[in-house]
């Protein structure tokens, strides 16, 4: 672990900076010891006993060097390195500062009271880390974690983030010290790889997580990119080939601010500058692969060091070019350290000497530094022992491996999680080679606007499948959860992303069907007329007075009203409107039905009454036949009266039968009454086509019983047919259908009653004579 000499360098650099400032400690100048550990608790526990007696034998409760003047302890890198050290060092009350990452378990003040850590809390990194996956939509997510409380903690804040952000964890797997089983590091590693998340946030620190970083050193885990924080130093046992494998890592790393004047520092430190420092020798030989002196060895002989060889010239993988998170660490703990003791010295002695001989230093000491801001002097009620409320930010960076081993960590972005700013470069971001562009990481597609997620039963919330709105329903952005109704005034659109407003219709005269209709209504209107004018004119002629001339312009009269009629029924309707079109359609229909009821009868009477002194003959009489028109029209007129008092037609809204339209439609108001008024029309016509139809064979000149009934046969067909295709329409084709069904049985009873005399008056006026009169009628 050579690349961690920078520590010591850190240390070195830090105190001759001190030593140099006037305004800090001044007249004081500090030392260091260094006492390398190896990286294992055995030689951190007897350095610290080597420590505590001074030179020579490591004699327990003994002090063997006289002028020992050390106050802190500075260590270790990680927490259990720390931990080995404080069992010992507590004992004697001796303030130890860990600069390596934070652990929960050593902030305990029952086992640790005098540990201070400087690591960062990074109780803020699950908010950080949520912002990332959020701005990547990044839902389906792995986790790894360290089997330890701080790594429990870690997944008990990221899980309830997650969730509350609509995020989910694809997996978690804790990584133990050691595998328990012979097979359990395949089965962990088969867990992760056949999972469906690309993405893997690893957290833990270096030593909790080694058993992981051993197996990277095996197995090299495709198509999935990791997101890790800078406590775990993920090259700590990797080798140079095997560090391309982490290309594309997002790092996490808590903001700092360089070393001021460090890169300068490094620049004069070399062998030949300070030959006394024996760890420089050993390691400038180690890391360039060079030996400073000539010498030997059995088997080949080592090439000698170059002169103009520094710091920039170590690989990466033995000397980071930038400065470590512990590094940064320490620099800030030789300075806390030394604002410590120039705050003791203003306030609780006049001298060093003094300050020495506190009687309670080492808690004084331990005091100062976790109770009061040795900068500052602002008091922290908390005495560090509380939540850290610091605002955390942090550096993104992203590892890029380059051919030649040659890699290094280019900052990309920052997010701050407490005011949930995250800025970050994208374009600058090297993913790994498995990932052409930002990778995808989520456990169902994305459903897009016109649908919404229908969860899976017992799967977590990411995982759904994308079902289109019902109708009349839309959404229109991603993944929503329920679709929404549109506005009345509003219409799903065609894809059911959006609402489009609807547009105001009727049946209009400016239309292609409300045009033929009133078309088709004028012109058999005209030609209603034409014949009314036809039998005026031929009014004289024996056609025309044998089929009661009275009786035919009455009916001519109302047909031509009812085709007129129709025209209420096309533009916009208004409640006057709405009011007059039935009851005007169902009177001059009942007025134009009872004039054919009174030639059937008329016929039938007429046929009845040939015998001389016939008591039939009075029934004859024009009178009579009026006399039965107006009591028929009479009984519809108050139908229609009863109609209107109760429950009469309004005008509505339709929003229903169109889906882009809201149709302005008249309301018939009381059914009941409607079908009362069309019933009563049917009964007339049916009582008209009976009567007819057992007439249709009697001896009358011009066949008019036959014309009489078909007229009727048409006229009930069309309404009989009216009333299911009425129920079943809505709109503008209700509308529509009523005026046809008026428009078809009008003209039905006009060409089946007048065609034939029309053609008798106008083709064959030889046949309209007196003499054929009688003849017809004496065969």
Known sequence: MLKHYQHFLTVQFAVDEINKDPHLLPNISLGYQLLNNFHESRLAVENSLMWLS?????????????????????????????????????LYKVPQLSYGSFDLLLSDEVLYPYVYQLGSRESTLHLAAVQLMLHFGWTWVGLIISDDLTGEQFFRHLK????????????????SEKFKQQDEDIKFLSRILVSSSNVIFIYGNTDSLKIFSELLMIFAFYGKMFIISASWDYSAYSTDEMMSNFHGTL????????????????????????????????????????????????????????????FADVPPIFFDKTTMELSSNIYNGVYLLAHTLHQMLQTEAKDLSELLAYPLLSWKLLHFLKCINPVTGIKDALCGYGPSMTAETYDILNFR??????????????????????????????????????????????????????????????????????????????????????????????????????????????????????????????????????????????????????????????LTLCFLSSLLFIGRPTPAICILRQTTFAIVFTVAIASILAKTITVVVAFRATKPGSQLRRWLRPAVSHALIFLCTLIQMCLCSIWLG???????????????????ECNEGSLVAFYC????????????????????????????????????????????????????????????????????????????????????ILLRPDRNTLQILKNKANP
């Open 251 to 310: 790092i996490f790393s808590q903001y700092k601010r360089e070393i001021p004047g460090f890169t300068d520092f490094l620049k004069s430190v070399h062998p030949r500058a300070n030959p006394e420092d024996i760890f420089l020798k050993s390691y400038w030989e180690l890391a360039l692969n060079c030996l400073l002196s000539e010498r030997k060895n059995l088997n080949m002989t080592y090439r000698q060091c170059d002169e103009s060889l520094t």
């Open 677 to 760: 008024v069309l019933g009563y029309m049917g009964f007339l016509a049916l009582v008209s086509f009976t009567l007819a139809f057992l007439a249709r064979n009697l001896p009358d000149t011009f066949n008019e019983a036959k014309y009489l009934t078909f007229s009727m046969l048409v006229f009930c067909s069309v309404w009989i047919s009216f009333l299911p295709t009425y129920q079943s329409t809505k709109g503008k084709a209700m509308v529509a259908m009523e005026i046809f069904s008026i428009l078809v049985s009008s003209a039905g009873i006009l060409i089946c009653i007048f065609a034939p005399k029309c053609y008798v």
């Open 160 to 175: 309830e983030e997650m969730a509350w952000n609509g995020l989910c964890l694809a997996f978690i797997e804790q990584v």
């Open 401 to 558: 491996s380059f051919p030649d081993k040659i890699w290094s960590e280019v900052k990309v972005g920052e997010v701050i999680p407490h005011e949930k700013v995250l800025s970050i470069n994208e374009e600058d971001i090297d993913w790994p080679e498995d990932f052409p562009q930002i990778p995808s990481s989520i456990c169902s597609v994305v459903c897009g606007p016109g649908f919404r997620k229908q969860f899976r039963e017992g799967q977590p919330i990411c995982c759904f499948d994308c079902t289109s709105c019902p109708d009349g329903k839309i959404s229109n952005k991603t993944d929503a959860e329920q679709c929404r109704q549109c506005p009345e005034d509003h219409y799903p659109s065609k894809e059911k992303d959006r609402c489009l407003p609807r547009t105001v219709t009727y049946l209009a005269y400016e239309e292609t069907l409300g045009m033929i209709l009133a078309s088709s209504a004028l012109c058999f209107s005209v030609l209603t007329t034409f014949v009314l004018g036809v039998f005026v004119m031929h009014r004289d002629t024996p056609i025309v007075k044998a089929n009661n001339c009275s009786l035919s312009y009455i009916l001519l009269i109302s």
């Open 54 to 90: 001074g030179k020579g034998p490591t004699i327990p409760n003994y002090s063997c060097d006289g002028q020992h003047k050390s106050m802190v302890v500075i260590g270790g890198m990680s927490s259990t390195l720390s931990m080995a050290m404080a069992t010992l060092l507590g």
């Open 646 to 664: 109760t429950y009469p037609p309004f005008l509505e809204t339709d929003t229903h039968s169109e889906a882009s339209f809201i149709v302005i």
